[in-house]
């Protein structure tokens, strides 16, 4: 079992910024990728950004030059760092990681931009 708690969210301005973290606990020795997905009013789930253990990154192009994921390997916490916020980007943040066959999710943190 793996435990997921996001920790970050809240009301911005547009062009403001975040700092989401997710901390992962339990059967974690071996976590591969973690990601963060997002989910909007009305919207499907996307993924937003993606990283490595080894710290190689992958990013929606929506989000590409504004959003960085990072990682702390030894705390078991990846990180997302949002600078020029935009009011699209209002949605509900999750972190996911998967071990094994089993995907975890975290509860979610929810971020809103008003414009």
């Known amino acids: 079992q793996v435990r997921l708690v996001e920790s970050g969210g809240g009301l911005v301005q547009a062009g403001g910024s975040l700092r989401l973290s997710c901390v992962a606990s339990g059967s974690i020795f071996s976590i591969a990728v973690m990601r963060w997905y997002r989910r909007a009013p009305g919207n499907q789930r996307e993924l937003v950004a993606a990283i490595t253990r080894g710290g190689s990154t992958n990013y929606a192009d929506s989000v590409k030059g504004r959003f960085t994921i990072s990682r702390d390997n030894a705390e078991n916490t990846v990180y997302l760092q949002m600078n020029s916020l935009k009011p699209e980007d209002t949605a509900v943040y999750y972190c996911?990681?998967?071990?094994?066959?089993?995907?975890?999710w975290g509860q979610g943190t929810q971020v809103t931009v008003s414009s």
């Open positions: 996911n990681v998967v071990v094994g066959v089993a995907n975890y």
